[in-house]
Each structure stands twice: as C-alpha cells, then as structure tokens.
C-alpha cells in the first residue's frame, strides 16, 4: 500500500498568514492527490483534486502543487473560517490512502 | 436538494452484524462511482471501499477485505455497506461519498475524487 505522510501535523497560524501544508507518498502517484478539509462534526469537503484542480466553489486562496511523491497545498492568506483539519489522499492506486491529516489552528 | 444520508449505525457487539444504507437525493445516482469511508474517534480518515456505477468494479481496504460487502440499488438510488465480524477497531462514523464527476462538450469525465459526502452515521462495537 501506499503511504501519505503529511507535514507539519499540526501548526498555528493567524489570519493574513500564508500556510503551506505538505504530503509526501511513499511512491509515486502522479498526479492523482486530492485535499480535503474537515470542520469538526462535520463531513470532509473536497478542495482540490488531481493534484491543482480548484473545485468549483472552493475560494482561489487555496491552490495545490506537486508530482510523484511531493505534494503541497497552500492557502494565501489564511482566513477565520479556514482552521481545520486537512486531508491529502492519493487514488493512483485502487486502495485509496488519507494522509494522517494536519490540523490548522489559531496562534 | 442534492445530499446523501446515511442511516443504520449502531451499538453491537463485537462478532456482529450492521447493514449501513446511504440513500441519495437529487442526483442521478447511476451514474456515480461510490466508496465509504470511516473516522475512528478523534482520528483520521481510512478509505473503507469503493464501487463503481454498474457495480462492475469493486474494492476494499486490506482492513476489511472478507468481512464487509459493498453493494448498490440504482433503481432505489442507494448504497449499502454489510458489516461482518466486527471487531471493536472497526467502531467509527462511516460516511458514504461519490466520486465526482466532470461535464465536458466530449461528454463525462470520471474523476477520483469524492466531491460529495453524506453526514455520516455511528457505528459502535463493544461488549
């Protein structure tokens, strides 16, 4: 199986600051990364996928870089509504893997 | 309104059973590749299993492969998960989640990735 390994697993940030959060797999998976956020008590919320895709909807302060093995997901300017939980997730493979997830919280 | 729901979480007992059901709304259901996907207890998120539009394609975690049958209804626009032997580490909430889907001028594209959840609903297994 392939293993998502994301970094930092958790940091703290202020609104304005930029923030980077990255994922490395243990092979490669092309391109297929996707990001995921999660408020607590609630569902996971796709924001990108394949790798830079910005779903419809999702605001442009996120965006999504990286090949093979190194994956980062950057959000430009961070905002009240943006600590939470994020999720990387490779689908390269059939069995489907989550990074372990790094949590995003006010400094 | 477009949504999924979940329903049929429970307390059980370790070696029990549990039938999840995910019934879909406001989307055409058969045309959606579908998985489950679980979060233990303050922890994070485990892809459970995935089944494709015709039910052609299936697969499963190596966590619960032989134990758990995922299926689908496309004429009931659900999904379903049967839960088999089950151990205390398979307690967690189970969302269900489709996997998104492109309209292009050349038609649709297939997309691994689940832009769609459900609210999920709460397994418990425990003596």
């Known amino acids: 199986d392939i293993q998502m390994t994301q970094s930092p697993s958790s940091l703290s940030a202020s609104v304005g600051e930029r923030v980077i959060i990255t994922c490395r797999a243990s092979q490669t998976v092309t391109t297929h990364l996707n990001w995921f956020q999660q408020k607590p008590g609630k569902a996971p919320k796709l924001l990108i996928y394949?790798?830079?895709s910005l779903v419809v909807g999702v605001p442009s302060r996120f965006s999504g870089s990286g090949s093979a093995t190194d994956f980062t997901l950057t959000i430009t300017s961070l905002q009240p509504e943006d600590f939470a939980t994020y999720y990387c997730?490779?689908?390269?493979?059939?069995?489907?893997?989550f990074g372990q997830g790094t949590k995003v919280d006010m400094k | 309104e477009v949504q999924l729901v979940e329903s049929g979480g429970a307390l059980v007992q370790p070696g029990g059973s549990l039938r999840l059901s995910c019934a879909a709304s406001g989307i055409t259901f058969s045309l959606y590749n579908m998985n489950w996907v679980r979060q233990a207890p303050g922890k994070g998120l485990e892809w459970v299993s995935y089944i494709s539009d015709s039910s052609s394609t299936i697969y499963y975690a190596d966590s619960v492969k032989g134990r758990f049958t995922i299926s689908r209804d496309n004429a009931k626009d659900s999904l379903y998960l049967q839960m088999n032997s089950l151990r205390d580490e398979d307690t967690a909430i189970y969302y269900c989640?489709?996997?998104?889907?492109?309209?292009?001028?050349?038609?649709?594209?297939?997309?691994?990735?689940?832009?769609?959840w459900g609210q999920g609903t709460t397994v418990t297994v425990s003596s």
């Open positions: 997730q490779q689908t390269y493979t059939t069995l489907r893997t």
């Open positions: 989640a489709r996997d998104m889907i492109q309209v292009l001028i050349t038609g649709l594209k297939h997309h691994n990735a689940m832009d769609l």
């Open positions: 394949a790798t830079s």
